[in-house]
């Protein structure tokens, strides 16, 4: 389980995030939505500690953490080990292939010896659909090619949670779609999922649960049924003005 308690994070004069406490459970997805800048992007990067509150108790599998006080690199670095971001612009190695990309960090942070990590490595691109790119490299995939391997490399990190931040809005509609696919079916074997989309629809589908941010604040956090079937009207506009 991850859970925040309490967070808060001001930039400058800006409260991005203002006491919000929720709690992320295992084996299920998470959607996060709301307007631009409410504080989702600040959310979803306080779970990695790529963003560092200033108050508020954190919970990661355990690993307890007050953001208040002096929070150690080990302590960093475990709760890294927890959580892998993907990013929207899939951050991968240029130099590399799309192969080593996926074993760089199993063989150098996991100590996993190479065969053990190849074979893995292998398999997970099976599963992202793009076996046949393991010997290409990044400039010669299409961005949503480049975005399966940036998940299939957080996979082979075996973290706890994997969080993504709008994997899908630098794509065309066509390569988002083989994106959201592999989203799909990690969420199927229960992956535990985080991830901050505007697109409402995908989220209907793959989320079972909906945090609503809005001006730093949960406004709703709950059942995506319950979230989609709401009579509440700011809800109910936001989704209107989202599909
Ligand atoms: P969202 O992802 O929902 O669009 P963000 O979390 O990016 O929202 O931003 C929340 C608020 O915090 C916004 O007002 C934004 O301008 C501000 N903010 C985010 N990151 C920074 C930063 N690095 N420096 C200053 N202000 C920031
Ligand atoms: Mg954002």
Redesign the pocket.
């Known amino acids: 389980m991850l859970r925040l308690e309490n967070v808060t994070k001001t930039?400058?004069t800006?409260k991005?995030l203002k006491d919000i406490t929720t709690t992320f459970k295992d084996h299920e997805t998470t959607v996060l939505v709301?307007p631009?800048?409410?504080?989702?992007?600040?959310?979803l990067r306080s779970l990695n500690l790529l963003e560092r509150p200033e108050s508020g108790l954190y919970d990661c599998d355990g690993i307890q953490l007050d953001f208040a006080k002096k929070i150690t690199k080990k302590e960093t670095l475990a709760v890294r080990q927890k959580t892998e971001m993907v990013f929207q612009d899939y951050n991968l190695f240029p130099h590399l292939t799309v192969l080593k990309n996926i074993m760089e960090g199993p063989v150098h942070v996991l100590k996993e010896d190479k065969k053990t990590a190849e074979k893995r490595a292998l398999a997970l691109l099976e599963k992202v659909g793009l076996k046949d790119k393991a010997s290409a490299y990044p400039s010669q995939l299409s961005g949503g090619q480049a975005q399966r391997v940036a998940i299939a490399r957080s996979l082979a990190m075996r973290p706890r949670y994997i969080l993504l931040d709008e994997p899908t809005s630098a794509l065309d509609p066509e390569l988002e779609l083989e994106v959201l696919k592999v989203l799909l079916e990690l969420a199927k074997e229960k992956q535990s999922l985080i991830i901050?989309t505007h697109n409402l629809e995908f989220a209907r589908h793959v989320a079972d649960k909906i945090l609503f941010?809005e001006a730093g604040k949960v406004f709703f956090e709950g059942k995506k049924d319950d979230f989609f079937n709401s009579d509440n009207q700011r809800i109910k506009d936001f989704i209107n003005a989202m599909t």
Request: no cysteine; glycine share 26%.
């Open positions: 930039f400058g800006q991005a709301g631009s800048g409410s504080g989702k992007s600040t959310l901050v941010i």
